[in-house]
């Protein structure tokens, strides 16, 4: 399977607690994003890197919120300090820089913080 | 990223086309019109996508008024699966900023 992978695909975590969700894109893709959606709206933009560089980040990712991509392939977004608030889908999607941006989704890790 | 209208939902008998519009009257030159669609408990899935003229593929058409204020994404014939949420997105060709806005879609029903 050649496609955009995200693990785990499950995650329930006690409120405070550190998570960390893993994205790994489309090989030959330069471009990742990371994604949120909750229940009943549209995925809301998180961030993303061209390669390595983290290019743009949503007024959405708090400070508890950090991703890296340290060798330009996968992906890591943690979160500090989980809060109710964070319990969400997480969806990573990859794409070329070139072109128009066609962006290719992973299935999404379903975060639930108790 | 300029704004697109949907209709909060449709439904269509299975093997019937089905025709879903999408509002865009703030477009710019340079944006393309894109399609995503999200089947339940799977992240949103490509479609299709076009600039002025009319395009095919093997999952759609998607028809685009003369004054790209509007357009059309055609299923020629539902099927159960394609029951889902279909997201009209404008994408700035070349443009720095790499994110989709995504609204809320038109969720799909589709009856046997």
């Known amino acids: 399977d050649t496609g955009v992978s995200q693990d785990p695909r499950h995650k329930i975590t006690k409120r405070g607690q550190n998570v960390t969700f893993r994205c790994d894109p489309i090989s030959e893709h330069n471009r990742l994003y990371w994604y949120r959606q909750t229940l009943g709206q549209g995925p809301e933009f998180l961030t993303y890197f061209q390669n390595e560089a983290q290019l743009e980040k949503s007024r959405l990712l708090s400070d508890r919120f950090s991703a890296e991509r340290p060798k330009g392939s996968f992906s890591t977004l943690e979160i500090q300090r989980t809060e109710q608030g964070d319990s969400a889908m997480y969806l990573c999607?990859?794409?070329?820089?070139?072109?128009?941006?066609?962006?290719?989704f992973g299935p999404g890790t379903r975060l639930t913080v108790t | 990223d300029a704004k697109t209208t949907q209709p909060n939902s449709m439904e269509s008998n299975e093997e019937e086309p089905v025709h879903l519009p999408c509002n865009h009257s703030t477009i710019s030159g340079t944006d393309y019109i894109h399609w995503y669609r999200q089947l339940p408990s799977q992240g949103p899935e490509y479609v299709i996508h076009g600039l002025t003229s009319n395009v095919n593929n093997r999952m759609a058409s998607l028809a685009i008024a003369e004054d790209r204020k509007s357009s059309t994404l055609i299923l020629h014939r539902a099927t159960l699966r394609d029951a889902a949420v279909y997201y009209c997105i404008l994408v700035t060709y070349g443009g720095s900023q790499g994110n989709l806005i995504f609204g809320k879609g038109t969720k799909l029903s589709v009856k046997p």
């Open positions: 999607a990859s794409s070329l820089a070139e072109g128009t941006n066609e962006q290719y």
